[in-house]
């Protein structure tokens, strides 16, 4: 079935609009609705109620409270004060009749307000509702866990509604199903809807667990439609200007989510998590100055940005585009219609980030990460497999089509896990102006292609990254006169091969052709760089370096060629067998040439390196050529073996050096240059079966190796021979005897034990020192050991901040602490204290297990036995079982 879009708008102007309809929807029944709150007991702390006229006021006495009601309706006439000169919060519990209908006003300035009515609560059109935080809730809370300020949820079938008007700096609807038609506001603050049958609310920027046990409404089977049905729905407006808007169904594989009206968090961030997501309104994450916002819509089976959503994050006049993440473990779609944006700033400011994510996707809609006086934005879209279509078109699952990516305002960046395959196009080029380009696959065995006679065509950089499958292209064209820094990469793993037909690219400055492919190379078409630069001060670079783990073929012209006012280089490099000991021939079936030309002053460097493991196979119909310099001072080096010649222009004062390196056969070949790779992991060496006692040097200021052992060591010293590659440490325990002495009493072993131990361990480290490794283990004993309980017992308070005696804590309520203690490192509070006594834990593994070569699990034995036992002994189980969870972790 498919709707139409007056219909859409006609659900607005209807459907939203009908209270009946809601409370069909939402299973409230209002029958028993009465006027004016009843039959008030205070059951926990201290308040004095008193009625007047069609005012209630609630004086608190202390600073906390719970009250129960027989009934908290009220008409649009009556008030419900809450009074106190300092900061209170008060749990209002309706024990009696069905839900609560609220249409009056309700006042708080110093207040933490709770409402809950496990039959439900609906806030009419008429109500008013000021306070510094507000919670309307449709599952219970223990009044004990509310009293100790821990807000966990359960218990009912309560729907929660909002009509009217919510004005705090933390706003909180909880419920079975949560629906907001009327308005919240909370400046700089938080707001949260959250649907499902346990509910966890932590503080302020924190996350929200929702648990449920009755999977939810199912959804629309057309993604045009708008599920009224969403176990959250949005259909008025929040607004958490710099502040967060959280949306949250269920435990993400069971609920959904609909925002039909507007989520506005100037600057701030708007989360949706659900099995299903759906944006058919408006989200707004637009900076006024400064960067844009973050918006993050999270779906396990499907997120929809339905017909004429408009989600944004852009950012002020002055500053960078913000993030917008449409991610799915199914599905992402972008109906026809739907807008992002993630704009730099009007004045200054580079474009946003824009994802989408699923194992499929359906791009219909429209991106801009735009900037006026800035950088482009970025678009990735990462699935499972990519198809780009010829021509233009829409709504085909895990396509996209050649005229929607020329039109997007966005770099573009694909990755997909499998492959990327763009079919012949008609005009055979893929045009992306001046966006980057970036294809890449990530499985082992991943591929990317497209018809050879297509091109590749943008005045920006391309990327082209696979796996095993490897790279088979037709052409690409990179950068303009005008472009800085222009490039094309191409590299494979796990053995890929390349293919490719013609590569070009022309620009400013610091411009590169660069293919690595771990199994065989074949260009067939020219090569070619030109890169110049008229500034005085600035350099021209151009390279080209080709390089493969076997065979090289390139089927015609290489050409580097830099030209400009100052120091420049051209550069060729060609090495076939590159991380093989011999038999992989290079081979060039065309014209290789540097040309390095200062208009100027400065050096002018041309060279050519050819190496192979193999044959070197050249049939061009000239030889080698390099070419530094102009006029008087031009060099030329022809058809020869390793010849560099180096000519000084003193009119001019200038260097002109022009080189040419060719491998010899059957030869490994050199390094490449001007970026050498890094060195190879040296192998594990092999330990000694027993290490005897350390043998005693003849010369302690030069140390030998003797022959045969000569007693214990008084006090040894060690000269360890490292592998190559790898710098040697000399050490003896003459600097830090204290400390080595600790050690042994540490870990339960003699001291001479430990020497030998450690010249072992320390045999093969390039920057670690026995001493200072004793060191960092002694200060995290300390803080473990914990003399004045101090840590321990910020750690247990961080835990008892979430955590409650009413069920056992769940992997994500773990994951809520450590989120906690992470996000409050280096200041004052308990929860950096505990923070201190976590880090001294994995610290004391990490340097056992990396630093001492213990396993994960004799590292963790060691440190329960020492510290952890004995400072958890007698505590509470949720403490308990947070320390046993960190300890899992660090076993692995």
């Not at 094309?488 to 013609?502: C, E, F, M, R």
């Not at 290789?592 to 196979?617: F, K, M, P, Q, V």
Request: contains cysteine; negative net charge.
């Amino acid at each position: 079935m498919k709707i139409t879009r007056g219909f859409h708008k006609r659900y607005f102007r209807q459907g939203l609009a009908c209270v009946t309809a809601c409370c069909m929807l939402f299973n409230i029944s209002l029958s028993a609705a009465k006027a004016a709150p009843t039959g008030a007991d205070v059951v926990a702390g201290s308040a004095v109620i008193a009625q007047s006229g069609n005012t209630t006021n609630v004086q608190m006495v202390s600073s906390r409270a719970v009250i129960n009601w027989d009934c908290l309706d009220t008409s649009h006439n009556e008030i419900l004060n809450f009074l106190k000169n300092s900061n209170f919060a008060v749990l209002n519990r309706v024990i009696n009749g069905g839900a609560t209908r609220f249409d009056g006003s309700l006042f708080a300035k110093n207040g933490n307000v709770f409402i809950v009515n496990t039959r439900g609560l609906v806030f009419g059109s008429t109500a008013n509702i000021q306070a510094s935080q507000f919670v309307g809730s449709g599952l219970d809370i223990r009044n004990i866990d509310f009293m100790n300020g821990q807000y966990a949820f359960a218990g009912g079938n309560g729907a929660v509604v909002n009509r009217g008007d919510i004005i705090a700096q933390s706003v909180a609807l909880i419920g079975k199903k949560v629906l907001n038609a009327g308005t919240i506001i909370s400046p700089e603050g938080y707001v949260v809807m959250a649907a499902g049958d346990r509910v966890l609310l932590g503080q302020p920027g924190n996350n929200v667990f929702i648990e449920v046990d009755s999977a939810g409404v199912p959804g629309p089977t057309d993604t045009q439609i708008p599920d009224v049905s969403a176990d959250v729905t949005n259909e008025g407006l929040i607004s958490a200007e710099n502040g967060t808007i959280v949306l949250a169904a269920g435990d993400i594989f069971s609920k959904a989510i609909t925002n039909l009206g507007t989520l506005a968090a100037t600057s701030g961030t708007v989360t949706a998590k659900a099995a299903r997501v759906g944006q058919f309104g408006t989200i707004d994450a637009d900076a006024i100055e400064g960067d844009g916002g973050s918006i993050n819509l999270t779906a396990a089976e499907e997120v929809v940005l339905g017909m004429d959503s408009l989600t944004t994050a852009n950012a002020g006049v002055n500053g960078n585009g913000g993030k917008v993440f449409v991610k799915s473990e199914g599905t992402a779609i972008l109906s026809k219609g739907s807008l992002i944006e993630a704009r730099g700033g009007s004045e200054s400011g580079n474009g946003g980030f824009v994802e989408i994510s699923g194992e499929h996707f359906v791009f219909a809609g429209k991106v801009d990460t735009s900037a006026a006086d800035g950088k482009l934005g970025t678009l990735l879209i990462d699935p499972d497999n990519i198809v780009i279509k010829d021509g233009d078109g829409t709504n085909s699952t895990d396509t996209l089509y050649e005229k929607q990516l020329e039109t997007q305002l966005a770099d573009i960046s694909l990755e997909a896990v499998e492959s990327i395959v763009m079919e012949d196009l008609t005009d055979d080029e893929l045009s992306a102006g001046s966006r980057n380009v970036a294809l890449r696959t990530t499985g082992n065995d991943s591929s990317i292609s497209f018809h050879e006679s297509d091109t590749i065509a943008t005045t920006g950089n391309i990327v082209i990254e696979s796996g095993g499958g490897g790279i088979d292209i037709g052409n690409l064209e990179a950068g303009e006169p005008t472009t800085d820094n222009p490039s094309i990469t191409l590299t494979t793993k796990n053995g890929g091969n390349i293919t490719t037909a013609s590569m070009h690219v022309c620009g400013r400055g610091e411009g590169s052709i660069t293919v690595e492919a771990s199994g065989e190379l074949e260009i067939n078409g020219h090569c070619s760089i030109d890169i110049r630069s008229t500034a005085e001060n600035a350099p021209a670079t151009a390279d080209v370096l080709l390089t493969a783990g076997k065979s090289v073929v390139i089927n015609g012209d290489v050409e580097a060629e830099a030209r400009g006012k100052f120091v420049n280089r051209a550069h060729v490099l060609i090495q076939a067998g590159k991380d093989a000991a011999s038999g992989y021939d290079a081979s060039v079936n065309g014209n290789l040439d540097a040309w390095a030309h200062t208009a100027a002053r400065g050096t002018s460097d041309a060279l050519i390196e050819i190496y192979a493991s193999g044959n070197i196979n050249l049939n061009g119909t000239e030889d080698p050529h390099a070419q530094a310099g102009e006029g008087s001072g031009r060099a030329n080096v022809q058809s020869d073996t390793s010849i560099r010649e180096e000519i000084y222009d003193e009119e001019k004062n200038n260097t002109y050096i022009a080189e040419i390196k060719i491998g010899a056969e059957g030869k490994a070949p050199p390094e490449p240059t001007p970026e050498p790779e890094e060195p190879e992991e040296p192998e594990e060496p092999e330990k000694p079966e027993k290490p005897e006692k350390p043998e005693k040097p003849e010369k302690p200021d030069k140390p030998e190796k003797p022959e045969k052992p000569k007693g214990p060591p008084s006090p040894p010293i060690y000269d360890i021979t490292a592998v190559p590659g790898i710098e040697a440490v000399g050490f003896g325990p003459a600097g830090c005897p204290v400390l080595l002495a600790w050690l042994a009493g540490e870990i339960g072993v003699a001291e001479e034990t430990v020497q030998i131990y450690i010249a072992n361990t320390f045999a093969y480290s390039t920057n670690i020192h026995p001493c200072e490794m004793c060191a960092r283990l002694k200060d995290a004993a300390t803080i473990l050991q914990d003399a004045e309980g101090a840590y321990m017992a910020a750690l247990a308070q961080a835990v008892n901040q979430f955590t409650s005696t009413a069920a056992p804590p769940s992997e994500e309520l773990m994951a809520s602490i450590a989120d906690a203690i992470a996000r409050h490192r280096g200041d004052d509070t308990f929860y950096a204290t505990a923070g201190q006594w976590l880090d001294a834990l994995a610290e004391y593994v990490r340097i056992l297990n990396t630093e001492m070569g213990w396993s994960p699990d004799e590292a963790v034995a060691l440190v329960v036995d020492k510290y952890v036992a004995p400072a958890t002994e007698g505590g509470d189980v949720n403490l308990t079982a947070f320390v046993a969870m960190r300890l899992a972790a660090l076993g692995g």
